[in-house]
């Protein structure tokens, strides 16, 4: 989790525009591990770190970059289908109003792409039936951008992706125009669905078809009489996610080779969550004061723990209490250094280390450990660091590596 800025731990010390954009980053961590979608994601990156690990194993020379998922069908299958349904980051127009074409829903659902949306920017006198695309990631980034509205009042992110789901919202469902709480609940129920785009539009209409539930009731409702089919079987949402997170689970071991103990747990409270069919999240949301930063150590991390976080002045990682004095856990360490592995034998042109941003704060101080091989070719560094404690976890560091 990369937070773009500095930040205070414990997050009480944050001041405002600190946690909105730290708890912008929190939010996308959750959507990872509590929509049906976002562990699908999860689920295909462990497995394409599963590749990488066991051919760099099996294979003592490497050409780099590695395009091991071009061998994959199953992968490449996923990726291709990810792109289609993603949408856009970002549109170069100013936009006034959208145009939605119930056609185009339609085709975006039978072609399972994103949703092509018309605008209209009145300044400049433009109005384009292809606006821009709207999918997974106007999703994802205007869920967080509204929930970052509740902390910080003065909030500025472009237009695409982050105030798309809202701008769509008001252009059809004019009775409840202005509910922020029903549009966030809307994009997270919409990350249930394999397209999360086309899914938006349905769940306005679930809306419009439940008018007396808020989101949060629409939630529950939606967890737990839709059915969706997994290996030919039927099942409401519940329970998918449940058989989702469990084999999540095998997945990680498997990728880092190593028993999880902290997010064994915050997988079992996410099972727990879900078979009651609450959401931590929605409560506080609905019930409480979400922009409240003390609700973040006294819940959300209580049942959804937090990843690796990486910001401008500090990196921290949850810690093992159990053990004194206190250590990380393994399995963290273990899959910041996968990570870094996966990133650097895929890049194509940058080779530097992507942890040397911030090894390289400590230059010319007594904990520098940094070397001219972590530019290139870390493989053949003598200093440990944590790339190098990762080359020799998974037993790959006296592999000969070509950088083509």
């Known amino acids: 989790m990369i937070v773009d800025g500095d930040i205070s731990f ?63 069908q199953g992968l490449m299958n996923f990726i291709s289908f990810f792109n289609d349904i993603k949408g856009d980051r970002n549109c170069p127009h100013h936009i006034d109003e959208v145009e939605i074409s119930p056609i185009e829903i339609s085709l975006a659902k039978s072609n399972r792409c994103a949703v092509q949306i018309g605008l209209y920017d009145f300044e400049n006198d433009i109005a384009l039936e292809n606006g821009f695309k709207f999918g997974y990631t106007c999703i994802i980034e205007s869920m967080a951008h509204l929930i970052q509205s509740f902390i910080n009042e003065e909030l500025y992110h472009p237009t695409i992706p982050y105030c798309a789901a809202e701008l769509i919202f008001r252009a059809i469902y004019a009775d409840k125009s202005h509910d922020i709480k029903m549009m966030i609940s809307l994009c997270f129920c919409s990350l249930m669905f394999d397209n999360p785009g086309v899914a938006f539009f349905e769940m306005i209409n679930y809306s419009k078809n439940n008018p007396t539930l808020n989101g949060y009731e629409l939630y ?16 409401p949402i519940y329970r998918a996610l449940c058989i989702f997170l469990d084999e999540l689970k095998v997945n990680i071991s498997q990728a880092i080779g190593c028993k999880l103990d902290y997010y ?118 003598t200093e440990l660091c944590l790339m190098t404690e990762a080359l020799r976890y998974y037993g790959i560091k006296d592999n000969e590596y070509i950088q083509e």
């Open 264 to 381: 064994d747990e915050v997988i079992e409270n996410c099972k727990n969550e879900i078979k009651s069919g609450n959401s931590v999240l929605l409560d506080i949301l609905y019930n409480a004061d979400i922009s409240d930063k003390n609700y973040f150590s006294e819940v959300f991390e209580k049942v959804y723990g937090y990843p690796f976080i990486e910001a401008d002045n500090m990196t921290v990682m949850p810690m093992d209490n159990s053990r004194q004095p206190s250590k990380p856990y393994i399995e963290t360490a273990t899959m910041i250094g996968l990570e870094l592995i996966f990133k650097r034998v895929k890049s194509y042109n940058n080779t530097t280390c992507s942890w040397y941003k911030t090894c390289s704060k400590a230059l010319y101080t007594q904990n520098d450990k940094t070397s001219i091989e972590c530019l290139c070719d870390q493989w053949n560094k």
């Open 220 to 235: 529950k409702k939606l967890i737990r009489d839709h059915s969706i089919k997994y290996k030919k079987e039927e099942m």
């Open 10 to 72: 414990p997050v009480t010390n944050m001041n405002d525009k600190q946690y909105g954009t730290f708890f912008h980053e929190y939010i996308h961590y959750l959507q990872h591990f509590t929509t049906m979608f976002g562990v699908k994601i999860c689920t295909m990156y462990n497995k394409m770190f599963i590749l990488y690990v066991d051919y760099l194993k099996h294979n003592k020379t490497g050409k780099l970059p590695l395009e091991l998922w071009k061998e994959d």
